[in-house]
């Protein structure tokens, strides 16, 4: 239960998601410390001392909570990055979770290396599949445990289907939101489509407009790994000034939830854009340094995400960009399953 609070109330912390071979979760119940607030269920996990990594505070955490001390690189990750609000009577803001999986046989946990609070706390144990939490009344923390199960076991929507496309920023504050269709997949990833002029694009304290061109996005297949995945998000434009527009951003996650297929991605700030003619480029170089030391990007996440805009503007001059090759034929795809709106004279 170590804690390690940044300036602004902000409360670092490193979860582990145990997963069985059946893809249950080992969650413990625990009381809130707010007065009235009832016991929910979480994973193992706690704050990240200072000095910590994110990996080495989630292994002490496993360690003490369960029991189990497996080797580091047995746990894969990170996998996913949550900024979520605390409960009225919380002594944090909010709290700012990185999450690893350890896949492992089903075992009762150990008890005896628990803090004293903790074993005030943790009132019960139990292993949860996805479909027991979404079927369940049972109070579940916000950390989203079920997001990460859909990871873990993969799958990826039809051709025609609804994506609801969803971007944050690092602290976690709503970013772009639209809506796009599922076109299929590839070896490179699966594939989305958007026609911009019936596509409404929103973000919070911007007002609601409708799209210009036509655009197909490329989500990158990724290892369950953060580390190992795409950090991009690459879209490919037609009828524009604007060729080639490559999100660098947390590796993509498109998941089916209760109200259908979502895509959750944390924008990075830099851009790498490619247009007709002239030289591509890599933007926003301001806005990261600006975002990197107010939202207390950590230092993996940094280089990261100048490796990835390096990697991708390299891509972009050689024309070997993620989906150059097959961009065209998934417009094709796009004008199949969503024909492109009329233009006013032919209306």
Do not use: N
């Not at 919070?204 to 190992?228: D, H, Q, S, Y």
């Not at 990835?308 to 024309?319: E, F, K, V, W, Y």
């Amino acid at each position: 239960m170590a804690d390690d609070a940044r300036p602004g109330g902000i409360r670092r912390s490193a979860r582990v998601v145990c997963v069985d071979p059946s893809g249950a979760a080992l969650l413990l119940l625990h009381e809130w410390s707010g007065r009235g607030a009832p016991a929910r269920w979480l994973t193992v996990g706690g704050g990240i001392d200072a000095g910590e990594t994110e990996r080495e505070a989630a292994l002490r955490e496993l360690r003490e909570e369960t029991g189990r001390a497996p080797q580091p690189r047995e746990l894969v990750g990170p996998v996913r990055h949550v900024r979520q609000p605390t409960p009225p009577g919380h002594r944090h803001d909010a709290l700012d979770m990185t999450t690893f999986v350890w896949r492992t046989p089903r075992f009762d946990a150990d008890a005896s290396g628990r803090e004293p609070g903790e074993h005030d706390s943790i009132r019960d144990e139990r292993w949860w599949t996805a479909a027991e939490i979404a079927a369940s009344a049972d109070p579940f923390d916000a950390e989203d445990v079920l997001g990460t199960l859909a990871l873990v076991a993969g799958d990826e929507p039809t051709p025609g289907e609804r994506v609801r496309v969803r971007a944050s920023k690092w602290d976690g504050t709503p970013h772009w939101t639209y809506d796009a269709v599922a076109l299929g997949s590839d070896a490179e990833g699966v594939w989305l489509g958007v026609d911009g002029p019936t596509t409404s694009f929103e973000k919070p304290g911007i007002r609601a407009f409708l799209g210009e061109e036509r655009k197909v996005t490329l989500v990158p297949r990724r290892p369950l790994a953060m580390l190992e995945g795409t950090w991009a998000l690459v879209h490919w434009l037609e009828g524009g000034a604007t060729t080639l527009y490559a999100d660098v951003c947390t590796p993509p996650e498109l998941v089916r939830r209760p109200e259908g297929w979502v895509l959750d991605y944390c924008d990075l700030d830099l851009d790498v854009v490619r247009r007709p003619q002239g030289t591509p480029w890599i933007d926003d170089e301001d806005e990261l340094v600006l975002h990197a030391e107010r939202m207390g990007y950590p230092a993996w996440v940094r280089d990261r995400v100048r490796q990835t805009a390096d990697a991708l503007l390299a891509g972009a001059l050689l024309r070997t960009a993620p989906g150059e090759h097959a961009r065209r034929r998934w417009h094709r795809r796009l004008d199949e399953l969503v024909p492109p709106s009329p233009t006013p004279a032919e209306g």
